[in-house]
């Protein structure tokens, strides 16, 4: 078996702007969104850690690296998804967001899962 195949992990995002949380007098645009991690794989891994790389209109970058994900580190079977919320605050009202999870399959192969790069904006700003 390939071993794309045995180690893979799908993730996608929905992102939401916050405007009561939100002040663009003050350059604060705040952003939630949604990822769910689905294991499309053939082995259960964990997540571990996570890598995010944060990036504003104006090339400003943030970068964050932690344990687990809002609180967990979650074990997930083959075929099996974990979904989870956070949010993000920028100083421009468009920005973009990407990274990777470290994950460590159950029989101990350690891998990145790529997180593709999405967009925070806020409402009525891109065309």
Same mark, same amino acid.
């Given at each position: 078996?390939?071993? &794309? !195949? !045995?180690?893979?992990?799908?993730? *996608?995002?929905?992102?939401?702007?916050?405007?009561?949380? %939100?002040?663009? *007098?003050?350059? +604060?645009?705040? #952003?939630?969104?949604?990822?769910?991690?689905?294991?499309?794989?053939?082995?259960?891994?964990?997540?571990? %850690? +996570?890598?995010?790389?944060? /990036?504003?209109?104006?090339? $400003?970058?943030?970068?964050? !690296?932690?344990?687990?994900? $809002?609180?967990?580190? @979650? =074990? =997930?079977?083959?075929?099996? /998804?974990?979904?989870? %919320? %956070? &949010?993000?605050? =920028?100083?421009? @009202? $468009?920005?973009?967001?990407?990274? *990777?999870?470290?994950?460590?399959?159950?029989?101990?192969? !350690? #891998?990145?899962?790529?997180?593709? +790069? #999405?967009?925070?904006?806020?409402?009525? $700003?891109?065309?």
């Amino acid at each position: 078996m390939a071993e &794309g !195949k !045995k180690y893979q992990i799908n993730i *996608s995002v929905n992102t939401a702007y916050l405007a009561e949380q %939100s002040d663009p *007098s003050a350059d +604060r645009y705040v #952003f939630a969104y949604t990822i769910t991690i689905e294991n499309v794989g053939t082995v259960a891994a964990q997540l571990i %850690s +996570r890598h995010w790389v944060i /990036t504003d209109a104006d090339d $400003v970058v943030q970068e964050v !690296k932690g344990l687990g994900v $809002v609180g967990e580190q @979650p =074990l =997930l079977r083959p075929g099996e /998804t974990f979904e989870y %919320s %956070s &949010g993000a605050a =920028l100083a421009t @009202p $468009v920005g973009t967001m990407q990274g *990777s999870y470290q994950m460590v399959a159950e029989d101990g192969n !350690k #891998f990145d899962a790529e997180i593709p +790069r #999405f967009t925070l904006a806020m409402p009525r $700003v891109l065309h």
